[in-house]
């Protein structure tokens, strides 16, 4: 009868072991993310750089980047439009640097990093010099150790 128990009781146990070791740790993810995102908008940054950042992505991946995208709908090609427009601004920039400010985890579901980000470069589609300097906030939702919705705000 004890041997029944303790065996009953095991299984009882096991799923709610196996659940807390897929819990990521958001800091060191968010932290990875921003690493590989930062990686994309290096003056020499390839496809490599570009893949690697998208590997945190769902394919679905919804997106909004505020005032210029507002649709976060995900959509089952999401991670396919990302690379497109990530493609056609690879390697635009001819100086880039960022600073990871603050990274906020809510619960296993959210997390939220600020940095900031200087530029200067050429614009691929009208050739035209660009340069911006900004404080960025991205919301990140997370799903099965993935980044599921991005939301971008400006300071």
Do not use: W
Request: glycine share 4%.
């Amino acid at each position: 009868m004890r041997l029944i128990i303790i065996c009953l009781l095991s299984f009882l146990t096991i799923p709610t072991v196996l659940a807390d070791t897929k819990k990521i740790d958001l800091k060191v993810f968010a932290t990875d993310y921003y690493n590989a995102m930062v990686a994309t908008q290096a003056p020499n940054a390839t496809s490599k750089e570009l893949e690697n950042y998208l590997a945190f992505l769902t394919d679905d991946i919804g997106h909004t980047h505020l005032p210029y995208v507002t649709d976060d709908a995900r959509q089952p090609d999401g991670k396919e439009a990302m690379r497109k427009g990530m493609t056609f601004y690879l390697g635009a920039h001819t100086e880039y640097n960022s600073k990871l400010l603050n990274v906020f985890a809510f619960n296993n579901s959210a997390v939220a990093i600020r940095y900031t980000s200087n530029a200067k470069g050429i614009h691929p589609q009208n050739k035209q010099p660009l340069a911006y300097s900004n404080v960025m906030m991205e919301v990140l939702e997370i799903e099965d150790g993935k980044v599921a919705v991005i939301r971008k705000y400006h300071e």
